[in-house]
Each structure stands twice: as structure tokens, then as C-alpha cells.
């Protein structure tokens, strides 16, 4: 009966990401193709996006805080002040990886946002002198080549949808935002090992803040907020766009943050990474972006390698907790 609810939640949880995400994809690659109004304006603010989730996404863990959360205040609670360090690179990296999608098609930023385990690799070889299996080696060659040949051409269609072609530079703002990705990602983990009690909620709430309170001056000094604002006035549907951006990002994080905190972290890894390419599916068939045959064999190439990847280290975290339970000698 127990692992029947443990399956049940579990459906739930994957239903719940997959709904959120694979919804916020197609609102996300409308915004940055669709030409709005009679004139053909575009959504030229696709990094300001984050900024509004943010804000939306505060407000939404801070109301379930107070309704359902339990006040932490011990030495082990979660302080707010601990997560400025974190959303710095959560802020730029994020802000990257939208802005990548004015120079590359959506199936192509969510390719190349895949292949994180690249970067984790080089800096854990050449900054922490880690070594890997032969397997991961592999993993992470076909990870390369798939997201190489998937870049290599383009079909026409896509193109010119874009705002502004730009495959080397759309490649280099995605790879910015791994690389800040991987930082952020270990500084969550160090915050989780220093404040055992503190919630996941707590972490969504507060990093969020942290996020949203660095865009404000960018939004205001810049006249971003303002421009974004008089685009949804002049164009009502951009708006409604938006605000559905924003809550299926709200919902998505806290379905998220609830597999962490259940099943663990590989179980979030497998499901989020299952999604992105149900997101290029998507794609094709809702925004009608045909993929080449070599692009196809590309995807095939770096989910293949990522599938493989997270079982290699399934396996090798079932080991080492076997070698570690006394009852298992």
C-alpha cells in the first residue's frame, strides 16, 4: 500500500513538471517568434521574462510558507540572506540562456541547455582533478557530437522565424548560462549540507527574492520595465502570455522542489531531462519547426548519452550505499 502512494505521488509529481514546463515551452518560443500587432512587432525583452517569474514565483512560495509552512527559527533554519551569493549566477545564467533564443531556435537552446554534464565534467577534471569512467567519457563525447551536429544546419523554416540569426553566438550565451548554472547548482547543494532543516520551499522563496531584487535597477535604470509594460498595454494577448510564463513557472518549481525533497535528486535529473525532449517534440509539432534527419539523429545522440549517464550514476550510488549498510555484509 505504501509503495502504491510512493507511485501515485510519483505520477503526480512527473504529471505536474511535464504539464507546467512543456506549457511554459510553447508560451516561451511564442514570444520569441510571434510578431504581434498589424506592424509585425516582436517581444524584444525575452531576458525580462525572468525577472516578472521571479517576482510571480516569490509570492507563490511566500503565500505557501505562511499558510502551510512551519517556522524554522533554530541555528539550522535557513536565513534569507544566504542564497545572494547563488542568485547572482541563477540571474545572469538564466538571463543568457533567454536571451539565446533571439539567435537560435528553441529546439536548439534546449539541446545545448541539456548538455550540462559537459561543463561539470572539464571543471571537475581540471579545477577538482576528478576522474571518470570510460562510460562517462562516452557519455559525454556523444553529448558533444549530438549537440555539434545538431548546430551544424538548420532547417530554413526555423530560421526565419528567429529575430536575429546568430548560431555562434547563441551557442556561446547558452554555454555562459551552463557554466553559471553548474555554480549556482553547487551552491544550492552547499546551502542544503549547512542548513539540514531548512525547506525547499524556503530555498524557492528566497532565491527568488534574491533574483527579482537584482533585476529591479536592470528593469528601472535600463527602461526595460518600462518598455515591457507599454508592449503589453499596446499588445493584451503578449500579456496574457506572460503571466501564463510566469505561473506555469511558479507551479513548475514546486513540483520540483517536492520530487527533490520525496524521491531525490537523480529521480528530478531523469524527469526533467525525459521533458526537454518532450519540449523539442512539442515544438515540432505545435510551432511547426521541421527537423532535419541529422537533428533527429542529434537529439537521439544527447538524451541517449544523458539517459545513460543518470543510470551510471544510479548504479553507482546504489553501490556505494550497499558497501556502506552494515546489514548488507
Not at 59 to 77: M, N, Y
Not at 307 to 321: D, E, F, Q, Y
Request: proline fraction near 3%; hydrophobic fraction near 45%.
Amino acid at each position: 500500500m505504501g509503495q502504491l502512494r510512493s507511485l501515485l505521488a510519483l505520477a503526480f509529481c512527473v504529471l505536474g513538471i511535464y504539464a507546467s514546463y512543456l506549457t511554459q515551452g510553447v508560451v516561451q518560443e511564442t514570444l520569441s517568434t510571434k510578431k504581434f500587432g498589424p506592424q509585425g512587432e516582436r517581444f524584444s525583452h525575452l531576458s525580462s521574462l525572468n525577472a516578472v517569474q521571479c517576482w510571480v514565483c516569490f509570492l507563490w512560495a511566500g503565500l505557501l510558507l505562511a499558510v502551510f509552512g512551519k517556522s524554522e527559527a533554530g541555528k539550522d533554519g535557513q536565513p534569507f540572506t544566504a542564497y545572494w551569493k547563488a542568485a547572482i549566477t541563477n540571474c545572469v545564467g538564466a538571463a543568457c540562456g533567454m536571451q539565446a533564443l533571439k539567435y537560435i531556435s528553441y529546439p536548439a537552446q534546449v539541446l545545448a541547455k541539456s548538455s550540462k554534464m559537459i561543463p561539470v565534467m572539464l571543471m571537475g577534471t581540471v579545477l577538482h582533478g576528478k576522474r571518470y569512467s570510460l562510460l562517462e567519457y562516452a557519455c559525454c563525447l556523444a553529448i558533444s557530437a549530438g549537440v555539434g551536429l545538431f548546430g551544424m544546419k538548420s532547417s530554413s523554416k526555423v530560421t526565419l522565424k528567429l529575430a536575429s540569426p546568430n548560431a555562434p553566438l547563441g551557442y556561446t550565451l547558452c554555454l555562459v548560462n551552463l557554466v553559471l548554472d553548474g555554480y549556482t547548482n553547487a551552491a544550492q547543494d552547499e546551502l542544503h549540507k549547512r542548513y539540514k532543516h531548512g525547506s525547499a520551499l524556503q530555498m524557492m522563496c528566497w532565491m527568488n527574492f534574491w533574483c527579482g531584487l537584482y533585476y529591479v535597477p536592470i528593469l528601472l535604470l535600463s527602461g526595460v520595465g518600462q518598455d515591457l509594460l507599454a508592449f503589453c498595454l499596446r499588445h493584451p494577448e503578449a500579456g496574457w502570455d506572460i503571466l501564463l510564463f510566469c505561473l506555469c513557472g511558479a507551479v513548475g518549481q514546486l513540483f520540483i522542489f517536492a520530487t527533490i525533497k520525496r524521491f531525490g535528486s537523480l529521480v528530478n535529473t531523469l524527469v526533467t531531462t525525459t521533458r526537454k525532449f518532450f519540449n523539442i517534440l512539442l515544438s515540432v509539432m505545435w510551432n511547426a519547426n521541421p527537423l532535419l534527419p541529422q537533428q533527429w539523429a542529434a537529439v537521439a545522440l544527447v538524451f541517449g548519452g544523458l539517459l545513460v549517464s543518470s543510470w551510471t550514476k544510479s548504479r553507482r550510488g546504489r553501490h556505494i550505499k550497499h558497501a556502506a549498510d552494515p546489514k548488507a555484509q
